[in-house]
């Protein structure tokens, strides 16, 4: 994704954005940190956004205004979701959603059983988990990642999924999908056995969030090593998240929440931050050689 204009969030860009719409020119137009950032999909069309935006500016060109929205209507919902722009971000959107339906917002025992990092069984009312050396034997490799699409609870999901949203989207927009899904995919995994390493080998565990807080963890730290990278979370998101994982050790919303999966947060946020790390130091000499 390309970064086309920064400008200050007072200003109406609707009458810009209906005639790059027009003209069928792609773009998205976000929020950060209290500015308005317009995003095209590659630099040939952020130049011509930018020519536009001058020529409006200037004078030269009289643009007129954006025919007023509708009521809220499902295709048009559909169609306003930018597909293309984040596909990854929103493909682990839809497949948590599906996985919710399948697995009954996680009440159905025997739908989980398919996702969870080791297999189990129930029998006369108990449940007998397998091994991690037996998901190996018998290759059943994507359990290693799929904990992360499971969620217990509406308010779990929903939570889960606008964080992601949020943070993954920037990341996307920055790097690119495949970035991105390498990210999920390590932090996913990485966290996904911390929590089953340090809750005796049970497996009823899930949820986004370890994949939230390892993304967190590489926006923070990359960030701060690598200055053409801007994540523009605001600060108060880490400081809410850092004091979210601190409570969770704390069991003070267990009565109400249920358990919360605090060495999959603790092992998301530590993997994330090396990751982090590695990444901003790689592209800061690429950045240093050019």
């Known amino acids: 994704m390309h970064r086309a204009l920064e400008l200050p969030a007072h200003i109406d860009l609707s009458p810009l954005s209906w005639f790059l719409h027009q003209q069928g020119i792609p773009h998205q137009i976000s929020e950060e940190a209290g500015k308005l950032v ?82 189990f069984r129930i029998s006369d009312g108990y449940i007998y988990f397998s091994r991690l050396s037996n998901t190996f034997t018998t290759q059943e490799y994507w359990r290693l990642l799929t904990p992360v699409l499971i969620h217990f609870g509406l ?10 949203y949020s943070i993954g989207g920037r990341i996307e927009r920055h790097q690119g999908g495949l970035h991105l899904a390498g990210l999920i995919v390590l932090t996913g995994c990485l966290s996904n056995y911390a929590q089953y390493y340090f809750s005796d080998g049970t497996s009823l565990f899930g949820g986004m969030s370890g994949v939230i807080y390892g993304l967190l963890g590489y926006g923070m730290i990359r960030e701060r090593i690598d ?64």
């Open 38 to 119: 317009l995003w095209t999909p590659g630099a040939e069309q952020g130049a011509q956004v930018v020519q536009v935006y001058e020529d409006w500016t200037s004078g030269d060109l009289v643009l007129e205004k954006a025919p007023p929205r509708r009521g809220a209507e499902f295709g048009r919902m559909i169609s306003s979701i930018p597909w293309r722009l984040l596909p990854i971000t929103l493909m682990i959107v839809v497949i948590c959603l599906l996985v919710a339906l399948f697995t009954k917002l996680g009440e159905d025992l025997q739908a989980i059983a398919y996702f969870t990092f080791v297999d």
């Open 227 to 290: 200055k053409s990278f801007h994540m523009a979370l605001p600060p108060a998101i880490y400081g809410f998240m850092i004091f979210w994982l601190a409570l969770g050790y704390t069991d003070l919303l267990g009565p109400v929440l249920g358990h919360m999966a605090n060495s999959a947060h603790l092992g998301g946020l530590l993997s994330g931050m090396v990751l982090g790390l590695i990444a901003g130091l790689f592209f800061k000499s690429r950045l240093e050689v050019r």
């Open 155 to 164: 308010l779990h999901l929903s939570f889960n999924l606008m964080m992601f």
